[in-house]
């Protein structure tokens, strides 16, 4: 798939700026929770894991099961249709050469095990890159029967050829939070401290997308092909929460409400099958990781992960 199979898309601004999303409420339980833990391979090479079964299974007395804080990353999908994009007015793209580029997530308290949601979402950025538009979906979760903010997702989100918007230079750009509050990356140098490697399945895909996220990118292989991949590639969030549990189990012991905040870079497409390592160095309440692709020794996700100060002091 070459540059000249993108076509320049219109995008407005102000139409995209004024679009004020209809606020939306949803109902998970405990069902919903163990096929998103399965989703993200949990118990995929251990049915019978100390450290992961209780995301799938009531053990030692527990009456309910444990909820994994990036299952939260799937709330903005149970409220809007496909990107949540699709009916924002002044802006038109191309729905194929849409990348997720990346994803940062709070979260407030440790996610109960059902729950009714309230979504409340707002673009908060927009940005014009000349070949293609940045736009930025925060969605705020609050616990519908108190009132509660329980987690918040920002989506960054490239349209491929919906760029050059701009009428003036520099070019147009928009954000409603500061600068600094997702920053750059850096991989350290040294080795890391902790590395974990995961298998994924070959119907990996398949199964996530159970959860909500049913873009055919992910499972139709004409529709993979027509994007310029052999065969349907795996969901980057789906990738996300193998890191972050890769996390939760080589530094937290397993505790999965110690994590406060999460970001992830999606750099690499995963094809189901392909071998996970996650690479984790510890910094004071920040974990920094980066997550390999073994097979084709390549980098497919960095970021970093906010750890509650009573965990990080223990590392």
């Given amino acids: 798939m070459g540059g000249s199979d993108l076509t320049l898309s219109l995008i407005d601004p102000k139409l995209v700026l004024s679009h004020k999303f209809p606020e939306a409420e949803f109902s998970y339980d405990e069902r919903d929770v163990a096929m998103y833990a399965l989703g993200i391979g949990a118990c995929g090479s251990d049915a019978v894991d100390g450290k992961e079964l209780k995301y799938v299974h009531h053990i030692d007395g527990q009456s309910y099961i444990k909820v994994l804080p990036t299952f939260a990353a799937l709330f903005p999908f149970k409220t809007s249709k496909g990107t949540g994009l699709d009916d924002v007015p002044g802006l038109e793209f191309d729905p194929r050469f849409l990348l997720h580029g990346q994803q ?76 600094n509050q997702v920053s750059h990356v850096s991989i ?83 094809y189901p099958g392909e071998t996970l390592v996650t690479e984790m160095w510890p910094q004071g309440t920040k974990v920094v990781y980066q997550t390999k692709v073994k097979e084709r020794s390549r980098a497919a996700l960095s970021g970093y992960v906010v750890l509650k100060p009573y965990m990080a002091s223990s590392l």
């Fill in 104 to 179: 940062y997530m709070e979260i407030y308290m440790p996610l109960p095990s059902n729950c009714c949601i309230e979504n409340k979402v707002v673009i908060a950025g927009l940005h014009d890159k000349g070949k293609a538009t940045i736009i930025e979906l925060e969605t705020t979760s609050y616990i519908k029967e108190s009132g509660e903010a329980l987690c918040m997702n920002r989506s960054t989100v490239y349209l491929r050829g919906a760029g050059g918007f701009s009428k003036s230079s520099p070019p147009f750009s928009y954000a409603n939070y500061p600068v």
């Fill in 188 to 270: 350290p140098k040294c080795n890391p401290a902790f590395v974990y490697e995961d298998h994924s399945q070959p119907s990996q895909a398949l199964l996530y997308r159970l959860s909500g996220d049913y873009n055919p990118l992910h499972s139709d292989p004409m529709i993979a092909q027509a994007a310029g991949f052999s065969r349907p590639i795996l969901h980057g969030l789906c990738t996300l929460g193998y890191a972050v549990r890769a996390i939760i189990k080589c530094i937290c012991s397993g505790d999965e409400t110690a994590v406060k905040s999460i970001f992830g870079r999606f750099l690499l497409h995963v």
